[in-house]
């Protein structure tokens, strides 16, 4: 009878403390978000302008690579790229793209970026998405998941389609076209 008393104890005593441990937990209101309006596909095409070089680059390394890399591997750059309408640094700038990217292949030259598209014009000032993958950049296409956003895009959804439009290999600044499809409220 002590043993059943003592389990009826411990049973209450670890019931009330998950109890506890899921109170920080609640249903909200999707209305409350926002999320009562219709889910709509938005494409974007932007010119991402990643410069390594000259007076005023927009891509720095913080970490370098692997003294025996072919591949650049190890390497890591924080960016704040400009984001333009065409692919000419004199068309309009949209935004930029904030974050980093790190050559994470050993056998091609990958990358794992890890940037926001910050909007700085138009009806998305303010809104940002964010962009989370792989990118082998010399593939000819490559594709990357749309992670989230905020702003006018929170609780978004996608991917982008990503061509380089023009490399230099002396300085090693590029110019890349994003195609960007995105869900958002």
Sequence with gaps: MARLFILFLFTISIAS?????????????????GLNKKEKLSHFKLYWHDIVGGRNPTAVPVVMPSKNSSTAFGMI???????????????KMV????????????????LLMAMNFAFTEGKYNGSTITILGRNTVFS???????????GLFRFARGYVQVKTHRFDPA??????????YVMHY
């Design 95 to 110: 935004g930029r793209a904030q974050g980093f990217y790190s050559a994470a292949s050993q056998q091609e030259v990958g």
């Design 171 to 180: 300085t090693g600044d590029a110019v890349v076209e994003y195609n960007c």
């Design 77 to 91: 750059s924080v960016i704040d790229d400009p984001l333009t309408m065409g692919p000419e640094m004199s068309s």
């Design 17 to 33: 403390a998950l109890a506890d441990d899921e109170s920080f937990v609640r249903a909200v209101d999707r209305k409350l978000l």
């Design 140 to 150: 000819k296409v490559r594709e990357m998941p749309v992670i989230g956003g905020s």
